[in-house]
C-alpha cells in the first residue's frame, strides 16, 4: 500500500511564494504528480517527477527527493487565482494507477 | 479540446436505489478510473479499467461494479445506493504508461451524489 501526506490547508498573501510539501511511503514508484483543483472543478494536471530534482513550469515548481519520498511544488507570485487545492499523487511501479494525497487547500489573501 | 464527460453533475437518490454513472471520453485513452472524493480523505481509487471488457478493484471496491463495453465509456454502478455513498464521483481517464511514460490523468468534472 501506499501512503501520501501533506498539509491540510495553508494561507499566503498575494505576490508571496508558497511551499506545499508531500512526503510518501510506496513499496515501488514510478512518478510523482502535483494536480491543481478549484472548488467545484475537475483536478487538472500540474507537473511530473519522475527523476531527482526540480522541474520549473513558468510561476510553479515541483522538487523530488527520491531517497527522502519527498516532494514539494512551489508556488511564486502568488495570485488570487492560485487559491485552490493542490493535490499530491504518485504512480506505483506497475499498473497505471494514481494514489492521491488528501489535498491542501491553499487561500491567497490580498 | 479533449474531454472526459460525465452524464449527471448532481443526482439525489434514495436508500436502495441502483445507480448509474456514465463517463465518456474521447481522446482514444485506453485506461479509465473512477474515484471518490471525500472532505478529508481526497481521492480514493473504486475500480479502472486497463481495456474493454477488462476491470480492476482499486483501493475501495466494495459496494460498487463497473462495466466497460466500449474502450470510450466507463460505467460506475452502485448496486444498492447506501447513505455513506454520498460523495463526488470523478471519472478519469489516461493514454496506457508503456506509451507516454507519465499517466496523466484527465479528469470529468464530477457526479456530486447525495443518498437519502
Known amino acids: 500500500g501506499q501512503n501520501i501526506d501533506q498539509p491540510t490547508e495553508m494561507t499566503a498573501t498575494e505576490g508571496a511564494i508558497v511551499q506545499i510539501n508531500c512526503t510518501y511511503q510506496t513499496s515501488g514508484f514510478n512518478g510523482l504528480f502535483w494536480y491543481q483543483q478549484h472548488a467545484g472543478e475537475a483536478p487538472t494536471f500540474l507537473s511530473y517527477?519522475?527523476?531527482?530534482g526540480l522541474e520549473e513550469k513558468g510561476r510553479f515548481s515541483s522538487f523530488l527527493s527520491r531517497s527522502k519520498g519527498y516532494s514539494y511544488l512551489l508556488l511564486k507570485e502568488l495570485q488570487m487565482k492560485d487559491s485552490a487545492s493542490y493535490l499530491c499523487a504518485v504512480s506505483e511501479a506497475a499498473g497505471n494507477k494514481l494514489t492521491f494525497g488528501g489535498g491542501t487547500r491553499v487561500l491567497v489573501k490580498p | 479540446d479533449v474531454k472526459v464527460t460525465q452524464s449527471s453533475r448532481y443526482l439525489v437518490k434514495r436508500t436502495g436505489e441502483k445507480v448509474f454513472l456514465e463517463c465518456v471520453q474521447d481522446?482514444?485513452?485506453?485506461?479509465m478510473f473512477w474515484y471518490r472524493q471525500d472532505p478529508g480523505l481526497g481521492l480514493r481509487l473504486i475500480y479502472f479499467s486497463y481495456d474493454v471488457k477488462m476491470k480492476e478493484k482499486g483501493d475501495i471496491p466494495e459496494g460498487y461494479s463497473v462495466s466497460r463495453e466500449k474502450k470510450e465509456r466507463f460505467s460506475l454502478i452502485l448496486e444498492s445506493a447506501s447513505t455513506n455513498q454520498t460523495s463526488m464521483y470523478l471519472c478519469?481517464?489516461?493514454?496506457?504508461?508503456?506509451?507516454?511514460?507519465?499517466?496523466?490523468?484527465?479528469f470529468g468534472a464530477g457526479s456530486r451524489l447525495t443518498v437519502l
Open positions: 517527477n519522475v527523476l531527482d
Open positions: 478519469a481517464s489516461s493514454l496506457s504508461q508503456e506509451l507516454t511514460g507519465a499517466n496523466v490523468l484527465t
Open positions: 481522446m482514444d485513452h485506453e485506461n
